[in-house]
Structure formats: C-alpha cells, structure tokens
C-alpha cells in the first residue's frame, strides 16, 4: 500500500458491530448493526472502502488527479474531494445537469477542499456511465485517473471486503442499501458458504443490479456459491424519493435505538429489513448483520 493511504487509513476510527436492542423485533431475532458510519466524521461508510484501493492504484502509477462523477448531493465525490484535500491530490467532480441558483453543504464542502466541478447535461451524464476503466477517455480529457460513477469497479471491492473481515460476530444474513451494486458485490465477495448477502435497491427499476453484481463479484476473481438477492421493491418511487411512511420509520427508530439512518440509502434498507423481518417467517429465528453504511452528511441538505 501507499504510504500516504496507510497513513490516511490511520485517521479512521473502529466501525463497531453492535446488537440493535429493539422491543419490536420479534424474539429469536438477533439484529446488529455494522457502523461504518461511524468510521470518519467526514468520509462516511462505504465510501472511503471504495475508494482506498483505487486511490492506492492511481498513486502507485504516479497519477495525481482524480476524475469522477456524481450527482449534486453525492456522497461518493463529498469523500473524494476530502481525500483529495488530504492527500495532496486533484480532484474533479463531474456532476449531473446545472449548477443550481442556491449551492447546498454537500457542493460548498466538496468545493471548499478544492474539488473542481464541471456541470454537465443529463445525457452526457449517461454517456459518461459507459467508461469503466481508469484509463477512459473522460478521465484522460483532465490528464487524470478516472473513477466511475459511485467508485464503481473491481477494485473498490478489496476495501469492502475488509469491512466484513471486521465483523467480530457469527452472522447468516447481511443486508444492505445498493445504488450501484459495488458494495454488495464485495460483500458478496467476503461471504462464507453458509452466510448470504441481501442488497436493498434504492433506485426504482434496478433489475440491471443483478447482472451488475454478478459482473463485478466475477471480474474481481473472487468465486461465490451463490449470488446475492437483490430486493427491487423498497425504492419508495426513486432515488433520494421521500415518503412520510419512511420519514416517520426513521424518527421512529432513532428514537428507540439512537442510531441515526437518513432517507436515500440506509433508511431505506432498515425499513425494508424490518418489514422481512417481521412479516416473514423465515426472516426470523436469524443472525442478521445491517450495514450502516453511512452517508449521515447527506441529511444536511
Ligand atoms: C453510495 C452509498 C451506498 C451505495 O453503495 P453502492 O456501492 O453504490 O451500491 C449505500 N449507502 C450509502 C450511505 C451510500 O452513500
């Protein structure tokens, strides 16, 4: 590993495994939850996973600009232009449609550590989705190192597998938010025979993820026994959608087990787990870890 990027994981702090003491879940179920939230005051959760072996490979070849993209609230470049700002390095943050009249925390921090934004229409936006590599022509137009969207590719997977390495606990299911799959597919990844992952989808018709994940678990080397299920149905009609039945789910479990969720990702996947959980049987009598995987910066705006 880097010097740098070692020094950088120094910084972090433990994510604990803890068991979520709630009076509604049915007895027999064991429910923990994963704190990556609580890794880094700044980059939360499963981004800075993402993103430590990819940043390690742009250094390890001498390359000091790192170009991604994402959307006006994004979470993946909010951590990529802290790292950035750490690391000494450049970043450019190509973000979908225009800049908008009033700036909000999440574009004022990322331009603040001197990410530098480029606006671009919707459909150069999905264009843009096609390059994979970190060699791709977006990346090269800024002579720089280029992520895809959501630090999507095989090797964001090998920091997401260290995250389950850490759990200090015995567990059958591990459930989780997916937006582009990468998560998932790392944990997925780090699995034993006996245990199964299960992605929540936070976009509305993310049928794509299936093949995604498999795609990725397959390019990364790792082989699995089986893919993971990916529940289509708890989007709340789309990405970053609010509904009160959700905002009131959140309150409501932040009130009895002081964990904070936020409504785009994690909210999302705890209510859809609950819901498993207490209307189907064979959700119960279970050891159930949740990953938090934080994006908490996102509820400021
Ligand atoms: C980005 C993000 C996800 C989704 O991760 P993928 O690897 O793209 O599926 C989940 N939760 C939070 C909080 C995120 O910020």
Not at 25 to 30: K, M
Not at 70 to 79: E, P
Not at 137 to 158: L, N, Q, S, V
Request: net charge positive; hydrophobic share 35%.
């Amino acid at each position: 590993m880097h010097p740098d990027i070692a020094n950088l994981d120094r910084i972090f702090c433990p994510a604990p495994t803890v068991r979520i003491d709630d009076p509604i879940l049915p007895r027999g179920t064991t429910l923990w939850i994963k704190r990556e939230d609580l890794l880094h005051p700044i980059i939360s959760g499963n981004k800075w996973r993402k993103l430590k072996y990819v940043v390690d490979h742009a250094l390890s070849i001498g390359c000091n600009h790192l170009v991604s993209m994402g959307g006006l609230y994004s979470n993946h470049l909010h951590a990529l232009a802290y790292i950035g700002r750490k690391l000494g390095l450049k970043t450019t943050g190509i973000i979908r449609g225009e800049r908008p009249i009033q700036s909000n925390a999440t574009l004022q921090d990322i331009e603040s550590w001197g990410m530098s934004t480029v606006f671009v229409s919707r459909s150069l936006y999905r264009k843009l989705r096609e390059y994979k590599q970190w060699d791709s022509k977006p990346g090269k137009r800024y002579r720089g190192y280029w992520i895809p969207e959501g630090g999507c590719c095989p090797r964001a997977m090998t920091g997401v597998m260290e995250m389950v390495d850490d759990i200090p606990i015995e567990f059958q299911t591990i459930a989780l938010a997916c937006g582009t799959g990468t998560t998932l597919a790392g944990v997925t990844g780090a699995l034993n025979p006996q245990q199964n992952a299960l992605g929540f989808a936070v976009l509305k018709n993310a049928g794509f993820l299936n093949e995604d994940v498999k795609n990725l678990v397959t390019k990364s080397g790792n082989t699995i026994d089986q893919l993971p299920e990916i529940l289509l149905h708890y989007h709340f009609g789309g990405f970053a959608k609010q509904s009160p039945s959700l905002t009131a789910f959140i309150s409501e479990f932040e009130t009895r087990t002081g964990i904070p969720l936020e409504s785009i990702y994690t909210g999302k996947m705890m209510y859809g787990l609950y819901d498993l959980i207490t209307t189907q049987e064979n959700w119960q009598n279970q050891r159930i870890v949740a990953i938090h995987t934080g994006g908490l910066q996102g509820r400021r705006s």
